[in-house]
């Protein structure tokens, strides 16, 4: 009996450890930059973004339209269709500086941009 208890008292701590070690992770991630942009039937928010080089960033893709739209960024490696009314994230890991072109594939005529890391 005694020997179950310090069994659990061991697994307890251990839980205990590993969850205080995950949470300085899950505070860090809330402090990754957000690129925020937003479509509407062909046009785009913002045609330049820009956040710090060699910093993991969380893109947020919002479609305020009501037609689909799809963010696509070779240079970044994303291709996301985002749907009417519909908001898709995306966290990108860290880039080197320059300027990284996307576009929303459904209407490239129109919608254009650059995230830039500096």
Known sequence: MRRR???FLLS?????????????VAHAADEMPVARIEFNDGAVNTRLLELPAGTRFRLEMVNNG?????????????E???????????TI??????????????????????????
């Open 12 to 24: 307890v701590g251990m839980a205990g450890a590993l969850l205080g070690s995950a949470l300085p």
């Open 66 to 78: 009501k037609t689909p739209a799809e963010f696509e960024s070779r240079s970044l490696g994303v």
């Open 93 to 118: 890991p860290p880039k080197l500086a320059g300027k990284y072109p996307f576009f929303d594939d459904f209407h490239m005529e129109t919608s254009q941009g650059h995230i830039v890391m500096k």
């Open 5 to 7: 208890f310090v069994h």
């Open 80 to 90: 996301v269709v985002i749907p009417p009314g519909a908001t898709r994230t995306k």
